[in-house]
């Protein structure tokens, strides 16, 4: 079973703060996905990663892959209020997708 | 295009009772996901649909729990005989394999509460 473990599952800093997020897997994905999903709304689409090693970055937001393509991270610099919600990392193999655990974000302003 | 519709977006039901939920994908995504979710976690994934056939089930998808896309455009998913733990989100996603990754878009969901 493919398992996407992510840390810290809560984080509550204060405006202007940096943070990362990790996502963290045994098993190897062809591409990896992080989602920003705010209460009673489904998830949105931030960044897809394909290849091993790839650095996104999206304003204030970057995204890496690991080498192995086994492992992400999700850096915010300069924290906003309007960050908070909860990032979901994706995994995914040819069709199906597998979501990690979930990491809740509250910036504090 | 208005995006992926589920409906309803909210459901409060009695243990025992049926319940169907009914989702809308884009019109040109030929791929149809059904995912649950509950509070603070990552959706769970249930089933997938290409087109009208039904791929993949989760064994998260007891025999209580039915999903259907008769041709290959919306999909529905029954719970029958429902029970207090399947409270949860019930989110659809659509998608459409281009050249790239395969990128899922999501309905805002539909909450259901069994009492």
């Known amino acids: 079973t493919q398992l996407l473990e992510q840390s810290p599952q809560f984080l509550s800093i204060q405006e202007g703060e940096n943070l990362t997020v990790y996502c963290n897997s045994s098993?190897?994905?062809?591409?990896l996905q992080w989602y920003r999903q705010e209460p009673g709304e489904g998830p949105v689409l931030l960044v897809t990663?394909?290849?091993?090693?790839e650095v996104k970055k999206l304003k204030r937001l970057t995204f890496q892959f690991g080498d192995a393509r086994k492992d992400s991270s999700l850096h915010i610099t300069a924290a906003q209020p309007g960050d908070t919600g909860l990032y979901l990392c994706?995994?995914?193999?040819?069709?199906?997708?597998?979501f990690g655990t979930g990491t809740r974000l509250k910036v504090l302003a | 295009d208005t995006g992926v519709s589920q409906d309803p977006r909210h459901k409060i039901t009695k243990r025992g009772q049926n319940v169907t939920f009914r989702c809308d994908p884009i019109?040109?995504?030929?791929?149809l996901y059904w995912y649950r979710q509950t509070l603070g976690q990552g959706p769970e994934f249930l089933t997938y649909?290409?087109?009208?056939?039904?791929?993949?089930k989760s064994r998260l998808l007891s025999d209580r729990f039915s999903a259907e896309r008769p041709k290959g455009s919306f999909s529905t998913l029954e719970i029958q005989r429902t029970e207090q733990g399947d409270s949860a989100m019930y989110l659809c996603?659509?998608?459409?394999?281009?050249?790239?990754?395969?990128?899922?878009?999501f309905g805002a969901g539909s909450r259901l509460t069994v009492l």
């Open positions: 649909f290409q087109n009208e056939a039904q791929l993949e």
């Open positions: 996603a659509s998608s459409r394999v281009t050249s790239g990754a395969n990128v899922l878009t």
């Open positions: 019109s040109e995504h030929n791929r």
């Open positions: 994706a995994g995914t193999g040819t069709y199906k997708y597998i």
């Open positions: 990663v394909v290849t091993g090693g």
């Open positions: 098993s190897v994905f062809s591409s």
